[in-house]
């Protein structure tokens, strides 16, 4: 089995920002030169998460709204009594998760037709991001 390792350094705005990694991915994918096996994506960190959605504008802001009201920013968080104030961040990410596995076949992810890979970064504050891609397989 075969395996290739790749990291995309990213900066984000933090606060919910959404960045398409697809064609990132994609390129990660290719360089291997794996045929067939998996494309795993995985940011470090606890403020962050990794996904697919359809990446236009309204979807966009409705997954921004959503985690808004499923984790909202101005409630008390047990984390922030230590002085930090990103309890959001970390329970958003908690909900979200930190990896996606994508099979690749044919040397093609086999994602929908409106399906992109995103990273949420949800800290609140820009970060610097790295994600790790690693392409398994044969």
């Known amino acids: 089995m075969a395996t290739h390792t790749q990291r995309l350094n990213l900066r ?4 919910g920002d959404l960045l398409d990694l697809t064609s ?4 990660i994918a290719r360089a291997s030169g794996i045929r067939d096996g998996a494309a795993i994506v ?6 962050a998460g990794v996904s697919t959605i359809e990446f236009e504008r309204g979807l966009i ?5 959503a985690f808004e009201r499923l984790a909202p920013e101005d409630i008390e968080y047990g984390h922030n009594h230590g002085g930090d104030s990103n309890g ?9 998760g930190p990896s996606l596995t994508v099979p690749l076949v ?8 409106w ?22 397989g044969d």
Do not use: M, W, Y
């Not at 959001?88 to 979200?96: C, E, I, Y």
């Not at 399906?115 to 398994?136: E, H």
């Open 24 to 27: 990132d991915v994609e390129e």
């Open 61 to 65: 802001g409705d997954t921004r709204a």
């Open 106 to 113: 044919n040397g093609a992810l086999t994602l929908g037709t």
């Open 12 to 15: 984000t705005k933090g606060h």
């Open 42 to 47: 995985f940011v470090p960190g606890s403020t």
């Open 115 to 136: 399906q992109q890979i995103v990273l949420a970064d949800f800290d609140d504050r820009p970060r610097s991001r790295d994600v790790v891609v690693q392409v398994i």
């Open 88 to 96: 959001h961040a970390h329970v958003r990410a908690t909900l979200l």
